[in-house]
C-alpha cells in the first residue's frame, strides 16, 4: 500500500468510527513515515470531516464518538512513535474543561470536548464537581489557552464567577481566553461576571474558541 492510498484508507476508517482499519493502515506504514505525517495527513483530516459534518447536521452524536474513540485508539498507536521522534502534534489550543463545583452534569461538556478534538484542542477534562483553585491550578501546570466552564443549575453558575475572581486574584486573568457555558448560561451572565464568550450549542462553543486563539495570536 503507498502512501496516498494509506493515508485516505486511514481518514474514511476514521470517519467510520472503524478502529480495525485505521490500526491496520496505521501498522501497514508506520516503520518507513513520520509519525507526525501520519497524524497530520493521515488521520487529522477524517476527523476534521467529522466534525464538520456533524455541526452541519449531517451526522449525530453517536457517529462522531465512534470517530473520536477511532482516532484515541490510532493515537495510542502514533505516541510511542513520536515519542521516540521527539515531535508533537499541532495542536489548535490547550483547553482546560469542567463542571464547577456541587454540579455533576456532564453530558453537555463531554459533547463540546468531543467536538473541540475534532477541531485539533487539546482538551484536558477535569470532569465534574470541580473547585475554582483546580480550574486554575490545572491552568497553570498545563499552560492552557482556554478554562471552558459548565454549569446546569442556576444554583452553580456562580462558582463560574468564583473561578474568575480567583484567577484575577492571582494577577492570571489576561492569560486566559474564559468560556462559559450550560443550561442557565447566557451571553448577559457571561458578560456580567466578565467571561470571555459563551454558546448555546457545541458547534457554536467551538466556533468562539477558535475565534478567540486566533485573535489571541495563536495557541501558546
Do not use: C
Not at 459534518?53 to 452524536?61: H, T, Y
Not at 478567540?212 to 495563536?218: D, E, H, N, R
Amino acid at each position: 500500500m503507498g502512501k496516498k492510498e494509506a493515508f485516505e484508507k486511514m481518514s474514511y476508517a476514521v470517519q467510520e468510527g472503524d478502529t480495525n482499519a485505521l490500526i491496520g493502515a496505521i501498522n501497514e506504514i508506520i516503520k518507513d513515515t513520520d509519525p507526525l505525517e501520519v497524524v497530520q495527513d493521515g488521520m487529522m483530516p477524517g476527523l476534521k470531516k467529522v466534525g464538520e459534518a456533524f455541526g452541519a447536521g449531517e451526522i449525530f452524536l453517536p457517529e462522531m464518538l465512534m470517530a473520536a474513540e477511532a482516532f484515541q485508539e490510532g493515537m495510542k498507536v502514533i505516541e510511542p512513535k513520536l515519542a521516540e521522534t521527539g515531535r508533537q502534534v499541532k495542536s489548535a489550543g490547550t483547553v482546560v474543561f469542567g463542571t464547577v463545583l456541587n454540579d455533576v452534569h456532564e453530558i453537555g461538556k463531554n459533547i463540546v470536548i468531543t467536538l473541540m478534538q475534532t477541531h485539533g484542542f487539546n482538551v484536558i477534562d477535569l470532569g465534574a464537581n470541580v473547585s475554582p483553585t483546580t480550574f486554575v491550578q490545572e491552568a497553570e501546570r498545563s499552560n492552557a489557552d482556554i478554562i471552558a466552564m459548565s454549569s446546569l443549575m442556576t444554583t452553580t453558575m456562580t462558582y463560574q464567577r468564583d473561578v474568575i475572581n480567583y484567577l484575577k486574584e492571582r494577577g492570571g486573568r489576561d492569560k486566559y481566553i474564559v468560556l462559559v457555558g450550560g443550561g442557565p448560561v447566557d451571553a448577559e451572565w457571561a458578560k456580567q461576571i466578565g467571561a470571555d464568550g459563551t454558546s448555546t450549542s457545541a458547534v457554536g462553543a467551538v466556533e468562539i474558541a477558535e475565534k478567540l486563539i486566533a485573535q489571541k495570536g495563536g495557541a501558546s
